[in-house]
């Protein structure tokens, strides 16, 4: 499985759209990008995942570059409740379901 | 509503005794992961299985074991705790969701253990 780059945390107001960036340059071309968050003494929930094109779902938004190497998580109006870890994990299709886990980005969301 | 339920939140436990981490899914699902998350270094896969009585090591098997008996149940076994690791155990189960083999993740509450 491809390996995905994040920054390590950021910050959004209240309100706002947050804007999650993930690097995953050597995905491969089966490979879907998949987004999980994990709220503080929780388990990881499914947000969002995609292949190619731009998804959309009442959660989030996931826009993936044409080239595939990047991708950006987008909350569209953030609240206190968003402040958790977000990851973003690359993985085949049809596989196990195999998770590889990176570190993730801690979005503090701020009144 | 897909329910993984793992038997324990918070468990404490003495070096070099033997622990069982339990977690049970509803959904008659295949694949069952457990992972340990630990500070600075993310969510890792410790054991997975894709079916009745078959399993595969994951990223760090070492002092882990697991149990497939029944599809419903995926247990992680310490053979002989000792304090590295004390940790946050996430159990998952894996699910078809819509066409084209994609694949979601659920994941149990976590069992945050305590080897003294």
């Known amino acids: 499985d491809a390996k995905t780059t994040q920054p390590t945390s950021m910050d959004c107001a209240e309100g706002r759209a947050a804007n999650l960036p993930c690097n995953h340059s050597?995905?491969?071309?089966?490979?879907?990008v998949y987004w999980y968050r994990q709220i503080h003494s929780q388990g990881p929930q499914y947000i969002i995942h995609g292949l190619k094109n731009n998804e959309t779902n009442e959660m989030a938004s996931l826009i993936i570059t044409e080239d595939r190497k990047s991708s950006t998580l987008i909350l569209p109006h953030a609240t206190l409740r968003d402040t958790a870890v977000y990851y973003c994990?690359?993985?085949?299709?049809?596989?196990?379901?195999?998770?590889?886990f990176g570190q993730g980005t801690t979005l503090q969301v701020k009144p | 509503d897909v329910k993984v339920t793992q038997s324990s939140r918070y468990l404490v436990k003495r070096t070099g005794e033997k622990v069982f981490l339990e977690c049970v899914q509803d959904?008659?699902?295949?694949?069952m992961f457990w992972y340990r998350q630990d500070p600075g270094l993310g969510l890792r896969l410790i054991y997975f299985?894709?079916?009745?009585?078959?399993?595969e090591k994951g990223d760090i098997p070492e002092g882990y074991s697991v149990s497939r008996e029944k599809k419903e149940r995926f247990s992680l076994i310490l053979e002989s705790a000792s304090t590295n690791q004390t940790s946050m155990y996430l159990c998952?189960?894996?699910?078809?969701?819509?066409?084209?083999?994609?694949?979601?993740?659920?994941f149990g509450q976590g069992t945050r253990l305590t080897v003294v």
């Open positions: 050597t995905i491969s071309g089966n490979e879907y």
């Open positions: 299985s894709y079916d009745v009585k078959m399993k």
């Open positions: 994990i690359v993985r085949v299709v049809r596989n196990t379901g195999k998770l590889i």
């Open positions: 959904m008659d699902h295949e694949n």
């Open positions: 998952a189960s894996i699910v078809p969701i819509g066409g084209a083999g994609n694949t979601e993740a659920f």
